[in-house]
C-alpha cells in the first residue's frame, strides 16, 4: 500500500509538474500573441495617422491656395498689392496695413486721417495701402472681404483719389466688429459717394469680382511679417506709437533723414 | 490612481481634440497664426498649419477612447514642451501675438496678450501629460493591460 501511494504521489506531482508547463507555454503564447496584437495595432494606427497627415495637409493647402491667374484691379502698384496715393517725388513714404472691419485701424484713421491728407496734398508723403481682409465672419456676411473687394473695384475704375475717398468713408461708416457689417447696397452707395459708379463697379462690388485678388494681397501682408492691424510703416520703420503726435515726429524724423 | 489617470485622460484628450478640430475651419488663419510665430520657414509653415492640428486630434482621441495611453501621453507631453518654447519665445522676443492654440491667433495688441497665462496652461497640462505617461493604467479604457480587471477580481 505505501509503495502505491508513492508512485501515485509521484505521478501526481509529474502530472502536475506537465500541467505548470503547459500553463505557462499557454501563458507565453498568449503574451507573444498579445504582443503580435500590439505591434499590428501599433503600425496600423501609424499608417493611419500618416495618412491622416498628409491627406489634410494636401486638402488644407488646396483651399489655402491662392489664385495667380487672380483678377488684379488696375491703378495699383507693386504687382497690385498696394494703392498707392499721393506723390512719387514725397520724400516720406507710409505703409499702412489696414482692415475695414478693424476698430483699431478706425481708432488710427480717426486720429491721423486728417494729418495724413494734408500731408499727402502737400508732396510730402506718400501712402500706400495694403489692405488686408482677416475678420470675415458668417455673423458679418465676410464684411472684411466684400469691402476690400469694392475698394478694389473702386481704384479699378475711378483710381487712387477714388479709393482714398471711400476708404475713408468705410472707416467713417464702420460697423460694430461682431455686427451684421454694411450691405452690398451700402458699398455701392458710397462706392458712388466717392467717384465710382456704372455698372461695372456695382457688378464688380456684388460679385466679389476681385475675391482671389483679397485672399492674395491678405496673404501677401502676412508674408511681409505684418500679423496684425493696423500696422504702420514710416519709411519702412515700424511705427510703434499711433497717436497724431507719434505719428508726427516719425514723419518729420524721416523728412529730415 | 486608475480613476486620476482616467481624469487626466478626459481633460488632455478633450483639450487636444478641441484644439485641433478649431484649427480646421480656416487654413488660411492657421497659416497666419504658424507663421506669426517667426520661427519657421516658409516651406514649413503650411505642412505645420496643417500637420499639427492632425497630430492634436490623433492623440486627443487616443487619450479620450483609451488605446496607446502611454505613447499619446509622451507625444502630448512633446507637443507641449514645444508650445510653451514657442511661446515663451515669442514673449521674450517681445512679438504681440495670440498663440493660436485654439485656432485664431496672429498678432493682437500689446495689452491682449496673455503669455503667462498661456505658459502656465501648457505646463500644468505638461504635467498632467507626464504623470499619465507615468501611469498609465486607468479605467474606462479600449486597450492597455487587463490591471483594473485584475484588481477587480480580487476585490471580489
Given at each position: 500500500?505505501?509503495?502505491?501511494?508513492?508512485?501515485?504521489?509521484?505521478?501526481?506531482?509529474?502530472?502536475?509538474?506537465?500541467?505548470?508547463?503547459?500553463?505557462?507555454?499557454?501563458?507565453?503564447?498568449?503574451?507573444?500573441?498579445?504582443?503580435?496584437?500590439?505591434?499590428?495595432?501599433?503600425?496600423?494606427?501609424?499608417?493611419?495617422?500618416?495618412?491622416?497627415?498628409?491627406?489634410?495637409?494636401?486638402?488644407?493647402?488646396?483651399?489655402?491656395s491662392t489664385n495667380p491667374n487672380a483678377l488684379v484691379p488696375a491703378n495699383t502698384a507693386d504687382s497690385g498689392n498696394v494703392i498707392v496715393v499721393g506723390s512719387a517725388t514725397a520724400p516720406v513714404t507710409v505703409d499702412m496695413y489696414e482692415d475695414f472691419q478693424c476698430p483699431n485701424c478706425k481708432a488710427f484713421e480717426d486720429t491721423n486721417a486728417t494729418t495724413l491728407a494734408s500731408l499727402v496734398a502737400a508732396g510730402t508723403v506718400q501712402l500706400h495701402y495694403h489692405g488686408m481682409a482677416f475678420l470675415d465672419t458668417s455673423a458679418n456676411d465676410k464684411y472684411s472681404t466684400r469691402a476690400l473687394n469694392a475698394a478694389a473695384a473702386v481704384v479699378a475704375q475711378a483710381g487712387p483719389t477714388a479709393f482714398q475717398a471711400f476708404h475713408d468713408l468705410l472707416y467713417a461708416n464702420q460697423p460694430a466688429e461682431g455686427g451684421s457689417g454694411l450691405t452690398d447696397d451700402q458699398l455701392v452707395a458710397y462706392a458712388q459717394q466717392a467717384g465710382a459708379s456704372g455698372e461695372v463697379v456695382e457688378q464688380a462690388i456684388r460679385d466679389l469680382s476681385y475675391g482671389d485678388w483679397v485672399k492674395n494681397v491678405t496673404d501677401q501682408a502676412s508674408k511681409d511679417g505684418v500679423t496684425g492691424t493696423p500696422t504702420v510703416l514710416v519709411d519702412g520703420t515700424k511705427l510703434t506709437d499711433l497717436s497724431n503726435a507719434g505719428l508726427t515726429q516719425a514723419i518729420t524724423a524721416a523728412q529730415g533723414g | 490612481v486608475p480613476w486620476l489617470a482616467t481624469a487626466a485622460r478626459l481633460l488632455l484628450g478633450v483639450v487636444f481634440v478641441v484644439a485641433g478640430v478649431l484649427k480646421l475651419p480656416d487654413p488660411a488663419a492657421a497659416v497666419r497664426a504658424v507663421r506669426a510665430y517667426?520661427?519657421?520657414?516658409?516651406?514649413?509653415?503650411?505642412?505645420?498649419?496643417?500637420?499639427?492640428?492632425?497630430?492634436?486630434?490623433?492623440?486627443?482621441?487616443?487619450?479620450?477612447?483609451?488605446?496607446?495611453?502611454?505613447?499619446?501621453?509622451?507625444?502630448?507631453?512633446?507637443?507641449?514642451?514645444?508650445?510653451?518654447?514657442?511661446?515663451?519665445?515669442?514673449?521674450?522676443?517681445?512679438?504681440?501675438?495670440?498663440?493660436?492654440?485654439?485656432?485664431?491667433?496672429?498678432?493682437?495688441?500689446?495689452?491682449?496678450?496673455?503669455?503667462?497665462?498661456?505658459?502656465?496652461?501648457?505646463?500644468?497640462?505638461?504635467?498632467?501629460?507626464?504623470?499619465?505617461?507615468?501611469?498609465?493604467?486607468?479605467?474606462?479604457?479600449?486597450?492597455?493591460?487587463?490591471?483594473?480587471?485584475?484588481?477587480?477580481?480580487?476585490?471580489?
Open positions: 500500500v505505501p509503495a502505491e501511494t508513492k508512485s501515485g504521489a509521484k505521478r501526481a506531482a509529474a502530472r502536475k509538474r506537465i500541467e505548470e508547463k503547459r500553463a505557462a507555454e499557454a501563458a507565453a503564447r498568449a503574451r507573444a500573441e498579445r504582443r503580435r496584437r500590439t505591434v499590428i495595432g501599433s503600425v496600423v494606427a501609424a499608417v493611419l495617422v500618416v495618412v491622416a497627415i498628409v491627406a489634410v495637409i494636401v486638402v488644407q493647402s488646396s483651399r489655402n | 517667426r520661427l519657421l520657414p516658409e516651406a514649413l509653415v503650411g505642412p505645420v498649419a496643417f500637420g499639427l492640428p492632425v497630430v492634436e486630434i490623433a492623440v486627443g482621441l487616443a487619450l479620450l477612447i483609451g488605446v496607446f495611453v502611454r505613447v499619446a501621453a509622451l507625444v502630448t507631453a512633446l507637443l507641449l514642451v514645444v508650445y510653451i518654447v514657442g511661446v515663451g519665445s515669442a514673449w521674450a522676443r517681445g512679438l504681440q501675438i495670440d498663440c493660436g492654440c485654439f485656432g485664431g491667433g496672429g498678432q493682437v495688441a500689446a495689452a491682449d496678450t496673455a503669455y503667462p497665462a498661456e505658459v502656465l496652461r501648457d505646463i500644468g497640462l505638461l504635467l498632467v501629460a507626464l504623470a499619465l505617461a507615468r501611469w498609465p493604467r486607468s479605467r474606462l479604457a479600449l486597450g492597455g493591460h487587463p490591471f483594473p480587471e485584475k484588481e477587480l477580481s480580487r476585490a471580489r
